[in-house]
């Protein structure tokens, strides 16, 4: 097949294209949405990045523990649906494995985390636990709209999460174990 270019047209073979206007325009229009398209793939990965890289491997506790281990949350941190009640020390830490996300959703992956009472410390600690006795957990934080910074993460995952000892002693902690810090009777650090 041949090709040759004469000014505005290009001829191939038999084939005359006119290279209009109204073409390079349409053309133009397109080159810009796949360029437009490929910028926003390029920025939705960047930060799920950035709010993977902030999370992962991060031990958080949630304020409302609970024992399931799938859990959805509209997107004022609520708990969608009854779940049964636990007691934050077994249920309440979740050590983060993997963060997605959608333009609908914070999809969270990660491992319970149990902890007691160290009576040397005076101090509560995670318990160490073989990685195959770790329980998965998955939750899932619906999302008004989608996120576009880390921070908007943060808020978000600071909806179900409590982030600072302030908030753990006020919210969540027992009275009894906030105020003495007595030792968790039931469970037993390894």
Not at 119 to 144: D, G, M, S, Y
Request: charged share 25%; with cysteine.
């Amino acid at each position: 097949m041949k090709v040759w270019d004469s000014g505005a047209n290009v001829f191939l073979a038999n084939r005359v294209l006119r290279y209009t206007p109204l073409c390079m325009k349409q053309a133009a229009l397109i080159v810009l949405f796949l360029l437009t398209v490929a910028h926003l793939f390029a920025a939705d990965s960047d930060l799920q990045s950035a709010v993977a890289k902030q999370y992962e491997k991060q031990v958080l506790i949630l304020r409302n523990p609970v024992r399931s281990n799938s859990q959805r949350y509209d997107a004022s941190g609520n708990l969608i649906g009854k779940a049964d009640p636990g007691a934050w020390t077994a249920f309440g830490g979740i050590e983060i494995t993997s963060v997605r996300l959608t333009p609908e959703a914070l999809l969270l992956e990660g491992t319970r985390r149990i902890f007691g009472y160290d009576t040397k410390q005076h101090i509560l600690l995670p318990f160490k636990i073989k990685e195959k006795e770790k329980t998965r957990v998955k939750l899932e934080l619906a999302l008004a709209a989608p996120l576009t910074s880390v921070a908007d993460a943060d808020t978000a995952i600071n909806r179900i999460f409590t982030r600072n000892d302030d908030e753990l002693i006020a919210g969540v902690l027992p009275v009894r174990t906030a105020a003495k810090l007595e030792p968790v009777q039931a469970l037993r650090a390894e």
